[in-house]
């Protein structure tokens, strides 16, 4: 059973980056044709997706995010991480990792086989 923990600060302050890590068990991100996402839900507003890792370590990223975003990982800890930068209060959301069989990204928790149980982040000075 493959299990997707999120971890990091719960509060950050206005043009700082934001980082979280996903620590995967039960699976290995180098699992061939696995493809690992970050998506955040703001309070009251749909889930965005932010970007993803591949199980070779390519990276694809929202457009609207690009340009802050960096997805990362360790594959020797079996972790990817996120680094937003120049955060600000439009940042407060829920934060989610997720893993799916296959590219391309998706907003529908459906699409996606794994997902953890996600972290409030919380923007402010």
């Known amino acids: 059973q493959v299990q997707l923990q999120e971890s990091g600060p719960g509060l950050v302050k ?32 749909e889930l965005e997706w932010i970007g993803y890792i591949a199980h070779n370590g390519a990276t694809v990223y929202s457009p609207s995010l690009k340009s802050r975003t960096s997805i990362l990982r360790d594959t020797s800890k079996n972790q990817f991480t996120l680094q937003l930068s120049s955060v600000t209060p439009e940042d407060t959301a829920v934060y989610y990792c997720a893993s799916r069989a296959g590219p391309g ?21």
Request: glycine residues 10%; proline residues 6%; positive net charge.
């Open 14 to 45: 206005p043009s700082q980056t934001l980082s979280l890590t996903c620590t995967v068990s039960g699976g290995s991100i180098t699992k061939i044709s696995y493809y690992w996402s970050w998506i955040r839900q703001p309070p009251g507003k």
């Open 105 to 125: 990204w998706s907003t529908s928790r459906d699409d996606y086989e794994y997902w953890g149980q996600g972290t409030q982040v919380t923007v402010s000075s």
